[in-house]
């Protein structure tokens, strides 16, 4: 069965009925680990499944010139290649970020449920949606904002979206991306990447130790992001 995360994204978004959460619990599905850095699926790959993110992150990434341009990250509950249903075969690699525990559940099952169901049409239909828009927002941020809210802007979504399935304590979550991983999603150097962080903690707005981040001032870090519409999209406004 998809993991619970991936129900409780679905039903923050759109609500679900008990029985529709019950159908989408009952799709078959196989799991399994992946290491850090270890590529799902790659770029030009025709996909026959969808994958769900169980634990762990993921991230899409393709190489632009001499560099590797993340795409989007993928937190617990996301399913991301979910438009491989009606668009393949995919055009980045889906990678793992750090260890992660990963699902597939055939396409042919998941069509078959929605044809079953106009509402979980639009449940899934708006997910997808909400995929396009967080990518619209990533495009907007690399043209147009500085470094400092860029990152901010990151930090901010990426603590949005796990928020909506219970993994922000305290206004702190874990996120094991380094730097390196900043830079190739933001269009920064490593070494602007490490100034615009140590900015960041200089005005208190965050703390950022090992794979947790915290979030010191969230109120006034947003303010710096202009996060507003990617949040009303994560949860469903």
Known sequence: MPHPKFITRLQAIEGLSDEERRQIAGLPSTLRPVADGEIVLRQGEGA??????????????????????????????????LHTLLVSPMDADLVSLGPSTIGYVAHGVLRQLLDSSIHLTR?????????????RQWIARLGAQAALPKVAHLICELAARLEVVGLVADGCFQMPMTQRHVADACGLSIVHVNRTIQ???????IAWEGSEIELLQPDELRKLADLGLTICAERGV
Do not use: K, N
């Not at 449940?123 to 990518?135: G, K, Q, V």
């Not at 900015?199 to 707005?205: D, M, N, P």
């Open 48 to 81: 026959s499944r969808s994958v769900f993110v169980v634990s762990g992150f993921l991230y899409q990434a393709r190489i632009v010139g001499d560099r590797s341009q993340i795409l989007a990250f993928h937190v617990p509950g996301d399913m991301p290649c």
């Open 123 to 135: 449940a899934f239909w708006r997910e997808t949606l909400i995929d396009a828009a967080i990518s």
């Open 199 to 205: 900015e960041l903690r200089h005005r208190g707005l």
